[in-house]
T-cell receptor, first 116, second 111 residues
Framework: NAGVTQTPKFQVLKTGQSMTLQCAQDMNHEYMSWYRQDPGMGLRLIHYSVGAGITDQGEVPNGYNVSRSTTEDFPLRLLSAAPSQTSVYFC???????????????FGDGTRLSIL | GQSLEQPSEVTAVEGAIVQINCTYQTSGFYGLSWYQQHDGGAPTFLSY????GLEETGRFSSFLSRSDSYGYLLLQELQMKDSASYFCAVAHQTGANNLFFGTGTRLTVIP
């Protein structure tokens, strides 16, 4: 099992460029989410999905879009990159909350994104 | 809104016991999770407490007091590989497995 796979691992963008961070999981998890991690600020939830075709906003959704066309994939799109979006981005997945909240979340290795 | 407080840094000696505290203030609460993250790595799940009391998993234990809005992670028989950041996180929503994370405690284990 690969678990949660994120690509790319590193990316440098110029302000105003757009790009898509990819996330795929092979555990048949219903729940998937994107977090960003900035120094000293922990992880903050950007967007999440409780199943294919269902997405919703987290704490810091501005400047990002997501879609969930399949159970396996949950890409994150930066619409027009800004220096404030320089961060490490983590994708996570878990079984659905119907199994009870607090299901262990499985994280990908992260994408380190720099915006100049 | 949500807020969690945990110490920013803790240093402990190899073989000793260390406790990392977490206090929370949230508009909804279903349980408290703990995650470990080594430098440059991904967070990994350690434990989840939904009910008051102590949960033990090997050298790690986690405690929750819902009435005090307080929990802690206890690490015993510290090893050098335990040097990492530890995050408490609150499950605060029904219908989604969303977590609100604290800012993390950096644990340094010294010989």
């Amino acid at each position: 099992n690969a678990g949660v796979t994120q690509t790319p691992k590193f990316q440098v963008l110029k302000t105003g460029q757009s790009m898509t961070l990819q996330c795929a999981q092979d555990m048949n998890h219903e729940y998937m989410s994107w977090y960003r991690q900035d120094p000293g600020m922990g992880l903050r939830l950007i967007h999440y999905s409780v199943g294919a075709g269902i997405t919703d906003q987290g704490e810091v959704p501005n400047g990002y879009n997501v879609s969930r066309s399949t159970t396996e994939d949950f890409p994150l799109r930066l619409l027009s990159a800004a220096p404030s979006q320089t961060s490490v981005y983590f994708c996570a997945s878990s079984y659905s909350v119907t199994g009870g909240p607090g299901q262990p979340q499985h994280f990908g290795d992260g994408t380190r994104l720099s915006i100049l | 809104g949500q807020s969690l407080e945990q110490p920013s840094e803790v240093t402990a000696v190899e073989g000793a016991i260390v406790q990392i505290n977490c206090t929370y203030q949230t508009s909804g609460f279903y349980g408290l999770s703990w995650y470990q993250q080594h430098d440059g790595g991904a967070p990994t799940f350690l434990s989840y407490n939904a009910l008051d009391g102590l949960e033990e998993t090997g050298r790690f234990s986690s405690f929750l007091s819902r009435s005090d809005s307080y929990g802690y992670l206890l690490l015993q028989e510290l090893q050098m590989k335990d040097s990492a950041s530890y995050f408490c996180a609150v499950a605060h929503q029904t219908g989604a497995n969303n977590l609100f994370f604290g800012t993390g405690t950096r644990l340094t284990v010294i010989p």
